[in-house]
């Protein structure tokens, strides 16, 4: 069964999928071994990765780390399309190229495009509800797979109302999303959106915001974390090269830094290609 197979059948029996950040294939892998079944190429990541707003990023930009992350890792890939980059028309390559990569699934989303800037600072611009599910709907049609997931996400619920929300995500799943995506403010809000909206849900907020086996009871399908594992990293890496410069030293192990060095090739997996330089290679004594 392929990652898309999986994916698509772990939604279609209600159980809960966890997606964590994965920027690069190392990052999947190092994901997959945890155990997760899935991994998310997110926008707003990848833009602070860059050092840009995730609405400069291009096509190409997003398609690239997508196809990297799926070569070298066995979990279900989500891409985070953002607002398909342009219209209905530009919707249509973008779902053509990502799929292509061998994601398994895309987030598209009901914000103004092209993208605005401000949505790192919390204001969104959205678009009338029926030309988000016209830009659904394309989506939907230009996939070659019907196990290539299209997940609507809508920004209703900060933007307008949780009411609004419920409305979109409904009008959404007519036009044929797989999965509605949004953000609850309040408990009754998530535990009102499965009742309330036709089809499974996802959201994005941190893995820690309730335990596992919370997500099933409550109803929710898919959960994914951009926000920890580039946080982690940015403290971590603050911490380390400030001490540095403060103290001249970095405080680390420096045995437990090499052990870990040294796990890399595997984590990366490297031994077929040594397999196959061994075959292929005169060695010198």
Not at 211 to 237: E, F, I, K
């Amino acid at each position: 069964m392929s990652v898309r197979n999986r994916l698509r059948a772990a939604i279609d029996a209600s159980e809960v999928v966890f997606a964590p950040l994965a920027l690069d294939a190392l990052s999947a892998r190092i994901a997959a071994q945890a155990g997760f079944d899935a991994v998310y190429v997110s926008g707003g990541a990848l833009g602070y990765a860059h050092a840009v707003s995730e609405a400069l990023l291009t096509l190409d930009e997003l398609v690239d780390t997508t196809r990297h992350v799926v070569a070298r890792s066995d979990v279900a890939v989500i891409a985070d399309a953002g607002v398909g980059f342009g219209d209905a028309v530009h919707m249509t390559r973008t779902i053509r190229e990502i799929e292509a990569t061998g994601a398994a699934a895309v987030e598209i989303e009901d914000q103004v495009a092209p993208k605005r800037v401000s949505h790192h600072r919390g204001i969104e611009h959205l678009v009338p509800p029926a030309e988000m599910a016209a830009k659904v709907e394309q989506a939907v049609r230009a996939r070659s797979d019907d196990d290539f997931l299209v997940i609507a996400r809508t920004g209703a619920v900060r933007n307008e109302s949780f009411d609004d929300a419920v409305r979109r995500a409904n009008l959404y799943r007519g036009a044929g999303a797989d999965l509605l995506m949004l953000m609850p403010a309040t408990d009754e809000q998530w535990a009102q959106a499965p009742q309330r909206i036709d089809g499974p849900l996802a959201t994005i907020c941190s893995l820690d915001l309730r335990r596992r086996d919370a997500w099933r009871s409550l109803g929710w399908s898919l959960v994914v974390d951009p926000l920890t594992p580039q946080s982690v990293v940015v403290d971590a890496l603050r911490s380390l090269y400030g001490r540095f410069m403060k103290e001249g030293r970095t405080g680390t192990d420096r045995e437990q830094i090499l052990r870990t060095y040294r796990t890399l090739s595997d984590l990366a997996g490297l031994e077929p290609l040594y397999a196959i330089e061994d075959e292929t290679t005169e060695r010198r004594e």
